[in-house]
């Protein structure tokens, strides 16, 4: 009796680490755009996929502090007070769930009498599913533009991996289990 408790402890622990997809919640996130660098001089604004945008609004006068606004298709959506090495979340509440939709790093904030500058370092947006995929308008400007330098790329999801890893459980369960029998 005892052999055959430790057999289902064992194969359970086994098949618990190789499920992660049954253990654990596991949702589907899409990679819209992953940015090294993005800078942000007054007033500027950067667009994103899906309408999104951020622009920097002011500086402090001692560069200690950056204030920067989230909108989405012209909406204000948030507003954030930063200092250098803030990491921003920015998230939506979507049906009972909050997902993120920006990872933001504030590299630095910098400020001259020409004007202020804030680096974002890095940048990841990720696919909003209550809104359609739209690519980012081009900046209006009359200096070189700095767009996203990354194309949409999806990311893996669980839904993808989930019947290789559950066909790849099984039989890792099945061959277990033929050889234990045979051992006992």
Known sequence: MQKVIRLCLILSLIFNLTVPGLSQNNTSRT?????PGIFLQDDETWRFYQGYSITLR???DDTNYAWLQLSQNGRRVEDAIVTSGTRLLFNESIGNKTIVIFNITIKEIY?????????LSPVTQYYNP????????PIKRETTPITPTTTPERATTAHQERPYTLALSALTVLVLTIYVLKKL
Do not use: A, K
């Open 58 to 60: 002011d500086v402090s």
């Open 111 to 119: 400020s001259n009498p020409d004007g202020n500058l804030v680096i």
């Open 31 to 35: 990679i819209l755009m992953q940015n």
């Open 130 to 137: 209550s809104l359609p995929l739209t690519t980012p308008e």
